[in-house]
């Protein structure tokens, strides 16, 4: 089983859509999640963290499940602008340097369409 | 703001040249950064671990000896291709963290073609 394994998509949404983006991991002891969003030919950027109670961003949600090891991604009211590719990425907690090591999703297209 | 900075973003050159990439933590101090490649419509893949003051940790299948990391102070580190080849053409992409469990930030890349 991979790591951190996403949808590759592409998701093809019209506007004002609610799309949502799993992102399931393999390792218990993970520590920290993040979603990030990545534009073509663009460097990866962080859009949330994601908290064991769940947080919101404006139209935007992130969701823990410890208990299942996965994590979610939900956009509301999708605009065109949200047209991305969105990565997950997961801390595994390990010790000395890796404890700063992320794992990525290979992530999932998403479309947003007039 | 950015808090990663990355340069050069673009480089073109010919086989055999060697192209020095660097990545710069800005207003805080990164024990350790990471490098990254990324092939075109592929997913973001590990190098290499840089640690400050000491080797770095390559991934497996990465040639240590044809990119070379240096991390010679807290908040530069860099990556050097050697001999670069076509097949090196890619987006290579640093990222650092304030502390352990924390989001990485990245830079904004370097696209290298080699011609």
Redesign the interface.
């Known amino acids: 089983r991979k790591e951190v394994e996403q949808d590759p998509g592409p998701f093809n949404v019209p506007e004002g859509a609610t799309v949502a983006f799993n992102c399931t991991y393999s390792n218990s002891a993970s520590q920290s999640f993040f979603w990030y969003r990545q534009d073509c030919r663009k460097e990866p950027k962080l859009l949330m963290s994601v908290y064991s109670s769940g947080n919101e961003d404006g139209r935007f949600t992130a969701q823990l499940n410890r208990a299942s090891q996965y994590i979610s991604l939900l956009i509301r009211d999708s605009k065109l602008s949200d047209s991305a590719t969105y990565l997950c990425a997961v801390n595994m907690g390990s010790t000395g340097a890796g404890s700063y090591q992320l794992t990525f999703g290979k992530g999932t297209k998403l479309s947003v369409i007039p | 703001g950015a808090v990663v900075s990355q340069h050069p973003s673009r480089v073109i050159c010919k086989s055999g040249t060697s192209v020095k990439i660097e990545c710069r933590s800005l207003d805080f101090q990164a024990?350790?950064m990471?490098w990254y490649r990324q092939f075109p419509k592929k997913?973001?893949m590990?190098m290499a671990?840089s640690?400050e003051g000491s080797k770095a940790?390559y991934e497996q299948g990465v040639e240590k000896d044809k990119f070379l990391i240096n991390h010679a102070s807290l908040t530069l580190s860099t990556l050097t291709v050697t001999s670069a080849h076509p097949e090196d053409s890619s987006?290579y992409?640093c990222s650092a963290?304030h502390q352990?469990?924390?989001?990485?930030?990245?830079?904004?890349?370097t696209?290298l073609s080699i011609l």
């Open positions: 024990t350790t990471f997913s973001l590990l671990t640690n940790t987006f992409i963290s352990g469990t924390k989001p990485q930030h990245f830079g904004d890349g696209r």
